[in-house]
């Protein structure tokens, strides 16, 4: 399969993903904000792994939250998307976007002096 083809249904997976995780009715995931970073499908469809980021609530209830609704995605991804086969998904916690707004609070806390603005001039 050309990579090009891979990329696509990678991004349409991500779109769903998302959208579903709206629908769902898991109480672990209702109070969590889920952001789908990015979906990596094996070539053969059988296998998709998700990354994700949870930003509130606790990160071992949305792990099994979105574990055991695994297969309602599944079945959710079947009926919208056209493909062959539909993958299994393995989700995997991504902490970029916490690593982020990390660095970002750091470099806010960032405090220059009138005198080092001078110097940095110079």
């Known amino acids: 399969m050309a990579k090009y083809r891979r990329d696509r249904i990678n ?12 629908e769902v009715k898991d109480p672990r995931l209702a109070n969590a904000f889920i952001s789908i970073t990015a979906v990596d499908v094996t070539g053969d469809l059988k296998f998709a792994k998700v ?31 056209n493909l062959r086969m539909t993958p299994e998904f393995t989700f995997i916690e991504d902490h970029s976007i916490e690593h982020g707004a990390h660095i970002s609070k750091l470099l806010n806390s960032i405090e220059i002096t009138p005198e080092e603005e001078e110097t940095e001039e110079d």
């Open 11 to 22: 991004d349409e997976v991500k779109k769903e993903l998302s959208m579903i995780l709206r």
């Open 51 to 81: 990354y994700y980021s949870a930003m509130q609530g606790d990160k071992k209830e949305v792990a099994v939250g979105l574990r055991s609704c695994a297969g309602f995605i599944r079945r959710e991804i079947a009926q919208r998307l």
